[in-house]
């Protein structure tokens, strides 16, 4: 059976409670990455095949790769915006590993994220970075699968030929078919979901918009999607009480909290099966608005950077652009001008690149070689998977040994830390005075010797003043002889 390794926070089929999502950062900081890995196991997942999560963080080491040198015969990256600055360290901890590895390695998705204006020149710090992971994997690959046209156009300015665009893996979840959008006639009384990322508040009224739908319609339910959000969720806050607010809603003291109209997926199959639940989604978050299109449910997306444009050019999905949106704008203007006919009748086609780049990359497919995702959806109907987190009022307990255990963890790692710190200090100041001292005792020896220099002039001086008086004392009477005689020759 042929052993596939893939870059994923946790494998689809385990369940973890909300805290553990938390604690171990299970989505690499956003949800949306647990929806495009799950799509790939789910694509990737085969008879002959078995599909083994790595983990999101990378093990760089020898004795890591070594493992999985033995263990697997492919590893497989699904990736998303992994070419921009922020990412460089972990792109260059990829590249470490990938160069130790001798199996093949093929990346899935992967884009470059910069402006909507496509310009590239804010990724010349990082183009070594990305010229050494893109290197690594072509020399164990027979190409790249990456994102859309940009960042096609960008591996190719650096020199890669060997670049397939095949979008995200996400949206060929249900494989060579997509399902149907249903039509909706929003209303006071439709089910609204909402997507916001806080990184796009430069470029558009995010607060305004998430206020003016919250107001229309009241079954509005914010979704959002990182590790932070959930923490808030999980933690709760203070400012109900100390009256802290911000429009856009990261505090309990946001109307969208205090109503308990936040959620945060835990898992995307749970996900995309809540969202068929409304009339109508959309927002900043691409995967946000993916998960629900694979509901069926319509969804416009509101582009801010390439990340989310590019893919919605490449699989024609509805989008707006955020700074052309204003804050009042009503979600049933964007829905009645959202077309879904190209994104449906182009779907078959491209999902036929994603088969074909696999075939390149000598990978099988669920449907081509498989049971059409069967056994994974058998298998994930087994499971009793997790809703979407809410916001914790205080009445579900379910998780207080954990946050009693964890306040505590953190009050002694705060204690360590702070006696660490004062020893470091306490080091620094014993090191300071030392200095002084040091210093206090090189100033009386430069004075002394300063003293000493002093001394030695001044004696320098009396003993030329005695020469000088010697001299006169010898020289003055033939002086004054030679005086007269030239007076006696002169008269």
């Keep these: 059976m042929k052993q596939i390794l893939i870059r994923s926070g946790k494998s689809p089929f385990r369940i973890a409670s909300p805290a553990e999502f938390v604690h171990q950062d299970l989505i690499g900081t956003n949800t949306g990455n647990l929806l495009f890995s799950d799509a790939a196991h789910r694509l990737l997942m085969t008879p002959d095949t078995e599909v083994t999560s790595n983990g999101i963080r990378t093990n760089c080491s020898a004795e890591r790769a070594a493992e999985i040198n033995e263990r697997y015969h492919v590893f497989v990256v699904p990736l998303a915006n992994a070419f921009r600055p922020r990412f460089q360290a972990s792109l260059d901890r990829l590249s470490r590993l990938i160069e130790k590895l001798t199996i093949p390695v093929v990346v899935f998705g992967v884009g470059a994220q910069v402006g909507e204006d496509y310009s590239t020149e804010c990724l010349q710090p990082m183009e070594e970075s990305v010229k050494r992971f893109a290197s690594a994997v072509l020399s164990r690959s027979a190409s790249i699968g990456v994102r859309g046209e940009l960042t096609a156009s960008y591996l190719n300015s650096l020199g890669f030929d060997d670049v397939d665009i095949i979008g995200c893996p996400s949206m060929f979840w249900h494989g060579d078919r997509f399902p149907d959008i249903r039509a909706a006639e929003l209303s006071v009384d439709s089910r609204i979901a909402i997507n916001l990322s806080p990184d796009a508040i430069p470029v558009g009224d995010l607060a305004g918009i998430a206020r003016h739908t919250w107001e229309r319609y009241p079954h509005l339910t914010y979704y959002a999607q990182n590790t932070i959000d959930a923490e808030l969720l999980l933690w709760g806050d203070t400012t109900p009480e100390s009256g802290k607010a911000d429009p856009f809603p990261i505090y309990h003291s946001h109307p969208l909290l205090r109503e308990n109209k936040v959620r945060v997926p835990l898992d995307p199959t749970s996900w995309v099966r809540e969202l068929a639940d409304y009339d109508f989604a959309f927002g900043t978050r691409i995967h946000g608005n993916v998960a629900a299109l694979l509901a069926g ?21 509805p989008y707006r652009r955020l700074a052309e949106v204003p804050g009042d704008t009503d979600p049933r203007e964007l829905y009645e001008h959202a077309d879904f006919s190209a994104m449906l009748n182009g779907h078959g086609e491209r999902f036929e690149r994603v088969v074909a780049f696999l075939d390149r990359n000598n990978l099988q497919n669920t449907y ?8 994974f959806d058998a298998k994930m109907a087994s499971l009793e998977l997790p809703a979407s987190m809410p916001a914790w009022d205080g009445s579900n307990d379910a998780n207080m040994r954990y946050r009693i255990s964890r306040l505590r963890e953190l009050i002694i790692a705060s204690d360590i830390k702070a006696a660490t710190a004062n020893k470091k200090l306490r080091v620094h100041l014993a090191a300071a005075k030392m200095r002084q001292v040091d210093a206090t005792n090189r100033l009386a020896a430069v004075r002394e010797e300063l003293d000493t220099a002093r001394a030695q002039i001044a004696a320098m001086e009396r003993r030329i003043t005695r020469v000088e008086k010697q001299i006169l004392v010898r020289i003055g009477p033939a002086l004054r002889r030679r005086i007269r005689r030239l007076r006696g020759r002169i008269g």
């Design 297 to 317: 449910t319509p969804s416009v997306v509101l582009t801010h950077d390439s990340r989310t444009l590019e893919l919605c050019r490449y699989f024609d999905i």
């Design 368 to 375: 081509t070689h498989g049971d059409k995702g069967a056994a």
